[in-house]
């Protein structure tokens, strides 16, 4: 663990990226004192775009492909997607998406080549509370209508609760993607979920999803042929990691995963480090 703090009440688990962005650029920009001045800090200065109003936002970010188009996603279903001070209705999952607690709609990611491809993926809690993945077709600007497949089924539920459903996807070259899963709620991991190899809840998952629906594993993968283990499984022992960030030049994984009693946590995977690693819950927390 790199850092810890005091445990926050369950429902800031999830904070709208923007604000998040704000406070992050607010600390960047403020003054430092004592031995760290001699290091100068970037300056941030945000504005509001009037007319632009979001509800529950959890995540927002561009597709990579070279233009300004900032894509904006609310927890409840909908995908903006955002031009200058004009926003758009992008994509609309409220059908096929559950609303309860920390579930909903969590992330959406851009394939690497996306620019030529069109690919892109949402990871949602179905109406049963489990997690789906699935692909879209981007042709112009826009959703392509009926090009949806299921990419990846990850089952959460527990019928105790709506919470720990993980949520983040990141896409990588070579056609791979990860997806964070939370342990599927309830305190203490009541199924073991996290410590599980034959389960997908409480993971780090790398796949290679397929153009027409489905995946398939990268052989890399470190649990490839071990009886009984899940092989889309790539580090195992987290209990919500609904944000991380895989840094580009060093390939590390900086994974932020919700305490229960006592610690928050940060936790970095090196990218030279092989996979596999065990971040510890349900045995041990911080």
Do not use: C
Not at 96 to 101: L, M, N, Q, R, T
Not at 224 to 247: K, T
Not at 271 to 276: E, K, V
């Amino acid at each position: 663990m790199v850092r810890s703090m005091p445990s926050l009440p369950r429902r800031l688990s999830i904070i709208p990226v923007v604000l998040a962005a704000a406070l992050v650029a607010l600390v960047a920009a403020s003054p430092s004192s004592g031995a760290d001045r001699a290091t100068t800090a970037p300056a941030f200065r945000f504005a509001p775009l009037p007319g632009l109003h979001f509800t529950s936002p959890v995540w927002t970010g561009g597709a990579g492909d070279g233009t300004s188009a900032l894509y904006v996603v609310e927890q409840g279903g909908v995908v903006w997607k955002v031009v200058g001070r004009t926003r758009t209705r992008f994509l609309d999952l409220t059908r096929v998406s559950s609303h309860d607690g920390e579930q909903g709609v969590l992330s959406i990611a851009f394939a690497t080549d996306f620019r030529t491809s069109g690919r892109m993926y949402a990871y949602f809690t179905r109406r049963d509370g489990n997690g789906q993945v699935r692909q879209f077709t981007v042709r112009r600007g826009a959703v392509v209508p009926g090009s949806g497949r299921d990419i990846i089924t990850v089952v959460l539920t527990n019928p105790a609760a709506a919470n720990h459903n993980g949520g983040n996807l990141w896409a990588r070259p070579g056609g791979l993607l990860f997806l964070s899963t939370g342990d599927g709620g309830g305190g203490g991991d009541p199924a073991g979920n996290s410590q599980r190899l034959d389960r997908l809840a409480g993971k780090l998952l790398r796949i290679a999803p397929k153009v027409g629906g489905g995946y398939a594993v990268p052989r890399s993968n470190p649990f490839v042929g071990r009886r009984g283990a899940r092989a889309e499984i790539f580090a195992l022992g987290l209990r919500n990691p609904f944000r991380y960030s895989i840094d580009a030049p060093t390939g590390d994984i900086w994974i932020g995963d919700v305490g229960q009693d006592t610690r928050e946590e940060i936790d970095r995977l090196p990218g030279g480090r092989p996979a596999g690693a065990n971040f510890g819950w349900r045995r041990m927390e911080g």
